[in-house]
């Protein structure tokens, strides 16, 4: 839906409490412009609206959501203006500004995202770490986009017995890092895609020194191997229905049994018939504060000796897969605003729209693992909101770097 402009007293605190430092430092000028080189996507002639200009408002557009694009445009290049005066430095029509970001599209965001964003991967920064693993969690969710015919195409709607109903979804799968809730890689498709085929596009970002918790939806034999090949530690929740026999209980209660893939698996060719993996099983159930207990829990893990990972430790970490959760929440309810959907009305917009409110959603967590770090504690213990509040009011910097070039006003809009 489009968003109201602003009365003049609401421009007025909007701008005084602008800060685009902490994008400037995570996102630099020269990577975006690297990038805008190599995908084919930069400014070949000089333009009102550079493709870097696009690059930024997208990743601002994500802080200020409620604020229409023309508005958050005047944001952006309000110290252009001031430096240049306002008939120097034009604020585009709205048919332009939507032109400008067609020109640029999704994939250079797509790819600035895959270049730069990381997990913090510090050791030295608090519930980061068990026993010199990174903890990790997989996990998908879904977002709503804006009722056009191109996006219902695209990315598809829920249907009942009269039709299609409801907007368009476009659904997506996550790795974030639990300790910071960094939203390190993602894989993004239609509401036709199942999260089991999207998240075997992120199995690559594993690494040897992470531990990856998981949800019961993502357990099949095939993708438990596709993981393990990376040396990646597992632990993951299981369904009922998977067969996990004991073959031989260990001192902590867990017990060691074998996997085996599934006949539909080996009609697919995704395994043998005589092929099995051992694992490690722990078992229990959460009690409840009224005293009620929750169903039988059971994990999976590939780390088999229970003198280095006791069973009660497991258990307890398994709890840390809800930091991707919160993660998300952040991301849909703080940052988009759960009512409001993404405002683009095309899919490639829509796509670019996404990957900038992941572009700023890891801007501001990044801010936080650093404030945490410096403060000596756990990210969990900062307020993402007021974060969000601290970064567009008290970093206050220049937009566009300071020297020579400052005094040649073609240099930005080349």
């Known amino acids: 839906m489009p968003r109201p402009k602003m009365a003049a007293p609401s421009q007025i605190r909007l701008l005084e409490q602008l800060s685009l430092g902490a994008v ?73 500004i939507t032109k ?55 990315f598809g709607t829920h249907t009942n017995q009269h039709g299609p109903t409801g907007y368009p979804i476009l659904k997506w799968v996550g790795l974030g890092e639990c300790g910071t809730h960094i939203i390190f890689a993602c894989q993004v498709g239609s509401i036709f895609n199942d999260e089991k085929a999207l998240f075997t596009h992120l199995i690559s970002k594993l690494q040897p020194d992470m531990l990856l918790l998981a949800d019961r939806l993502y357990y099949s034999y095939h993708l438990w191997k596709k993981c393990i090949d990376t040396g990646c530690s597992l632990l993951w929740r299981v369904q009922k229905g998977i067969s996990l026999k004991p073959l031989t209980y260990l001192s902590d ?9 599934s006949d539909k698996l080996i009609h697919k060719g995704l395994g043998q018939k005589n092929e099995k993996m051992t694992v490690r099983v722990v078992c229990y159930n959460v009690t409840f504060e009224d005293g009620s207990e929750s169903e039988p829990i059971r994990l999976i893990t590939n780390l088999l000796d229970s003198e280095e990972a006791p069973a009660e430790e497991l258990a307890l970490l398994y709890a840390d897969r809800w930091a991707i959760e919160t993660g998300f929440d952040e991301f849909k309810t703080h940052l988009k605003g759960s009512p409001r959907i993404l ?21 501001v967590r990044k801010v936080m693992a650093d404030a945490a770090l410096m403060g000596d504690m756990p990210p969990g213990e900062l307020s993402f909101v007021h974060s969000v509040r601290v970064i567009k009011r008290r ?20």
């Open 395 to 414: 970093l206050t910097v220049s937009f566009f770097p300071s020297g020579d070039d400052t005094d040649d006003k073609t240099n930005f809009l080349s």
């Open 100 to 154: 400008a970001r067609q020109r640029v599209g999704a994939y250079p965001l797509q790819v600035l995202f895959e270049q730069v964003v990381q997990p913090v991967n510090n050791p030295q920064l608090k519930g980061c770490y068990w026993r010199g693993k990174l903890l990790v969690a997989v996990d998908g969710n879904c977002i709503e986009v804006q009722n056009t015919k191109k996006n219902r195409g695209y």
């Open 253 to 261: 209660g867990s017990y060691l049994a074998e996997i085996r893939p």
């Open 24 to 96: 400037i430092k995570t996102y630099p000028m020269a990577t975006i412009e690297t990038i805008l080189d190599q995908t084919g996507c930069n400014s070949i002639r000089r333009r009102l609206l550079p493709s870097y200009i696009i690059v930024y408002l997208t990743i601002v557009l994500a802080l200020y959501a409620d604020v229409s694009i023309r508005e958050t445009l005047r944001i952006i290049l309000d110290e252009l203006r001031t430096r240049f005066g306002h008939d120097a430095i034009k604020i585009g029509v709205s048919s332009a």
């Open 343 to 363: 405002r683009s009305q095309l899919p490639t917009l829509v796509l670019q729209e996404f990957y900038g409110f992941l572009l700023a959603y890891n801007l």
